[in-house]
């Protein structure tokens, strides 16, 4: 593998305290960042300082404390848009993460806009928290969703488009990047068919903001749903961007502090986005910290992590390809495709895999991953996820594989 020069993965690696211990004797290969990033003291300190030097309610007190957090939220509210590209930070709206995201546009949007008959496309490769707040406002509505479905290595069938998105389709929700196989979609053009037959179109990205270069423009999407916890911020806070006109337009999604302008004792008037959708006091160290976050992975640069990503995995598709009975859902190149992947081993149930693994240090993630539809497409009930970021170097897949092996051979 090629010696990645864009940025210094060992100084990296300093910045991130909990990868400094070892597990069970061997130096912790972290390969889980699917599921939520490391955080790099950067970011840990600045959440620390919060709590430490100036906690206080936001766009409340008029004392210095305050002051503060209100100024240092708001600051991190702007970081946001100008890290996608939006065109105002009224447009962010602060949620605790991309599920949280995704409801609020099922709850507000879709009660207010699907009508019985109406149809909204999914994808078979969907997270979990893409699917079922769909089917509950569904069932609510009447509306029926459709899916798209996926090749033999797990590609979203284009052709497909044609017959499943038409006049009746009110909404296209769909994963930038698979969080189980790695793909990354289309979305743009995805979206510019959805346009044409007057859909909106929702993106979920927690799989890929953290990961690579991503502008709400360029997407041309109508909503974008993301997690702090996926990008080196703090759990507990996330963020659901949505064009002006279409958030102007929804209800609110909770009720209580902060979210008003009047309240009488018969009816209340709602405050402007966004603040209409933040109700009761927010997540304010947390999001302070996620505009800590972005400003770490904007200085080594997102095209860097999104190419030190494809060179990892390029590297783990030709080093693992050499593991007997190792078989590998997904893309089976680095085209379009990022840096988590699953596998089964023959003979080998998948929470074995993980725990010999873990017993070599290396973290991975076991289970169906929050897809069991797509699981069920491939016929297995799990698989064994690894995931790379900017932390992770050529010599942790050598670990897998070496690990992967040793596995196979206890079970044979």
């Not at 300190?45 to 957090?69: I, Q, T």
Request: glycine share 8%; with cysteine; net charge negative.
């Amino acid at each position: 593998m090629s010696t990645l020069t864009q940025f210094d993965v060992l100084a990296i690696r300093r910045e991130f305290p909990i990868l400094q211990q070892e597990v069970h004797g061997h130096r912790l290969a972290f390969l889980d960042s699917a599921a939520s990033s490391q955080k790099p003291r950067q970011v840990i300190d600045c959440l620390e300082d919060y709590y430490r030097r100036y906690n206080a309610n936001v766009h409340r007190g008029v004392y210095k404390f305050s002051e503060e957090a209100t100024f240092a939220y708001e600051r991190a509210r702007g970081k946001v848009a100008r890290f996608i590209g939006a065109a105002s930070q009224r447009e962010i709206i602060f949620t605790r993460n991309t599920t949280e995201a995704i409801n609020l546009v099922a709850q507000t949007w879709g009660a207010t806009n699907l009508r019985p008959g109406d149809r909204i496309l999914l994808s078979l490769m969907e997270h979990h928290s893409n699917i079922v707040p769909w089917q509950m406002i569904a069932q609510r509505t009447g509306a029926i969703l459709d899916y798209l479905s996926i090749d033999g290595e797990g590609r979203l069938v284009l052709e497909e488009l044609d017959q499943k998105l038409t006049e009746q389709t009110k909404l296209v929700a769909l994963t930038h990047q698979s969080n189980m196989l790695g793909t990354i979609n289309p979305v743009r053009m995805i979206a510019e068919r959805a346009h044409a037959v007057g859909a909106v179109m929702l993106v979920d990205g927690a799989q890929s903001v953290p990961h690579m270069p991503v502008n709400v423009t360029e997407l041309g999407c109508d909503f974008l749903a993301f997690s702090g916890h996926k990008m080196c911020a703090p759990t507990g806070i996330g963020v659901l961007w949505g064009r002006r006109k279409l958030l102007e337009a929804m209800p609110p999604f909770l009720g209580g502090g902060s979210m008003i302008k009047v309240v009488e004792l018969e009816q209340s008037t709602y405050a402007d986005v966004p603040a209409r959708f933040e109700a009761g006091t927010p997540a304010i160290g947390e999001a302070i910290a996620l505009g800590e976050a972005i400003d770490y992975l904007s200085a080594i640069g997102m095209e860097a992590i999104y190419q030190h990503e494809v060179e990892l995995m390029a590297y783990a598709l030709e080093r693992l390809g050499n593991v007997p009975g190792l078989t590998l859902y997904g893309p089976l190149t680095t085209e379009q495709r990022g840096g988590a992947f699953s596998f089964t081993l023959a003979g080998v149930h998948p929470h074995d895999v993980a725990a010999i693994l873990d017993g070599q240090g290396i973290a991975v993630r076991a289970g169906h991953h929050c897809t069991q539809p797509l699981h069920r497409h491939f016929d297995v009930p799990a698989t064994t996820r690894a995931s790379f970021y900017i932390y992770n170097l050529p010599e942790e897949v050598d670990r897998l594989a070496v690990g992967l092996e040793k596995a196979s051979k206890l079970f044979q």
